[in-house]
């Protein structure tokens, strides 16, 4: 809104695919609650753009996502094409995606920074959803897709009009893409491909409308011989086996998916036939960064929470807080949480530099994936009993947040890659 933006910003940024409206735009400052003199634009790779961006996706949060979050996670599943809806319309699905598809065309820190903002939603699983339509779905799509596919799934699922899934892990193939066993044989015509599979961890599963596939599209080397198609859902021969019960992401639907005889025109590969694995490679650099993202907010949240919590408190004559033991793992958790942040917002700028962050993003996600799952351990204890209940946001933090050790890429990955940065692993 005009109230916001200057004039040169808008026409930079936002003129041909964005226009927020006055009413979703304030003015959010502080990185959090507590007594701090940083604002976000200290930070050297944001500025105001990036904040104007930021507070008003936290406004369209506020109104639309965080009032119904309690109800969807009892409900485990929240309605995604509603929720994308009014994140395409706000522009918030194609932040780094040509304008000529109804994105910004702006550069990834602009999507880190609202990857960011996602974590102030109170849940993890719609964050998560929300990644996988912007950073797993879709990137290689637009880097490598032909103009009929981009105009056929990329445009509709930036606009919010359609969801988005990714079909990489199977049930005998997760971190080991390499090793998956669907395929996508030519027809007899040579005009289709014929697949036939399954896929497993399918997040948005249930909803989707259309998959960003990753198959075995001939013999040969496992890192030659892939392809990433896009596959209509609607498709005769593809099913949603059965619904995940999961640990936390509740309110994400998560599936396993069967293809049988599933035929799609050989159009709808993604870029050049057997570069696939290549192009799922390069997608992970950008989910893991989003991944490392949308970690800081929840968990600055939840140190602000129970320190609150702990302040009032009483035991033994005195709060909670004021036990030097709790105090100073609040303060050691801050402190390894700033860490995060500096690497992450390092290895961000650097990728917009052109470099390659892959060593970078890997450490990044590494920690953040230990830091979520020691953070939300050690404060937990701190909420005594009402920790071991629903009804607060400290139990919710402790079941989604571990899933980021194993998503995207297991921690145990991400320090063989580190390894292999470093030439220390077995020749």
């Known amino acids: 809104c005009t109230a916001c933006l200057s004039r040169s ?18 003015r959010v400052r502080r990185i959090g609650v507590l007594s701090t003199s940083f604002e976000l634009t200290d930070e050297a790779i944001f500025t105001d753009e990036h904040q104007t961006l930021r507070s008003s996706l936290r406004k369209l949060i506020d109104q639309h996502i965080n009032p ?16 994308f809806k009014k994140l395409g319309e706000a522009g918030f699905l194609g932040v780094t995606k040509p304008p000529e598809y109804g994105g910004l065309g702006l550069d990834f820190s602009f999507s880190a920074a609202v990857a960011e903002e996602l974590g102030h939603v109170r849940c993890g699983a719609i964050p998560m959803a929300v990644g996988v339509q912007a950073d797993m779905a879709t990137p290689a799509l637009a880097r490598f897709g032909s103009d009929e596919l981009k105009r056929q799934f990329l445009a509709p699922s930036i606009a919010g009009d359609a969801v988005a899934c990714v079909g990489v892990s199977e049930a005998g193939a997760g971190s080991d893409v ?22 497993m961890w399918t997040t948005s599963g249930a909803q989707a409308d259309w998959m960003c596939l990753l198959a075995n599209t001939r013999e040969g080397d496992p890192h030659r011989n892939k392809s990433l198609i896009c596959v209509s859902m609607d498709s005769k021969g593809v099913t949603v086996s059965r619904k995940i019960d999961k640990l936390g992401m509740y309110a994400s639907d998560t599936v396993e ?26 997608q992970f650099q950008e989910e893991r960064m989003c991944a490392t993202a949308l970690t800081l907010q929840p968990l600055q949240r939840l140190i602000e929470q129970t320190i609150e ?37 390092r290895c961000i700028g650097m990728y917009v530099n052109g470099k390659d962050v892959t060593p970078l993003a890997s450490m990044a996600k590494l920690k953040a994936g230990r830091l979520t799952r020691v953070l939300t351990d050690a404060l937990l204890q701190y909420w005594g009993g009402m920790g071991y209940t629903s009804e607060v946001e400290a139990s919710r933090q402790y079941r989604d947040q ?10 145990e990955v991400m320090l063989s890659i580190i390894c292999k940065w470093m030439s220390t692993l077995p020749r």
Not at 10 to 23: G, T, Y
Not at 178 to 199: F, V, Y
Not at 321 to 337: G, I, K, P, R, W
Request: aromatic residues 10%; proline residues 3%.
């Open 9 to 26: 910003m808008m026409l930079r940024c936002f003129s041909r695919s964005l226009v927020i409206p006055k009413e979703l735009c304030f």
């Open 68 to 83: 119904y979050v309690d109800e969807w996670e009892e409900a485990k599943s929240f309605p995604a094409h509603r929720v």
């Open 178 to 199: 390499a090793s998956i066993k669907t395929t996508a044989r030519p027809s007899s015509t040579g005009d289709d491909l014929i697949i036939n599979g399954g896929k």
């Open 257 to 282: 998916m069967a293809f049988e005889d599933v035929r799609v025109p050989k159009t709808h590969i993604i870029g050049e036939e057997g570069k696939g694995f290549q192009y799922q490679m390069m």
């Open 309 to 345: 919590y702990t302040r009032n408190r009483k035991a033994f004559g005195q709060s909670i807080l004021d036990n030097q033991v709790v105090h100073f793992t609040l303060a050691e958790m801050q402190a390894e949480l700033e860490a995060l942040r500096s690497l992450h917002y």
């Open 402 to 411: 571990s899933l980021l050790s194993i998503g995207a890429g297991a921690d």
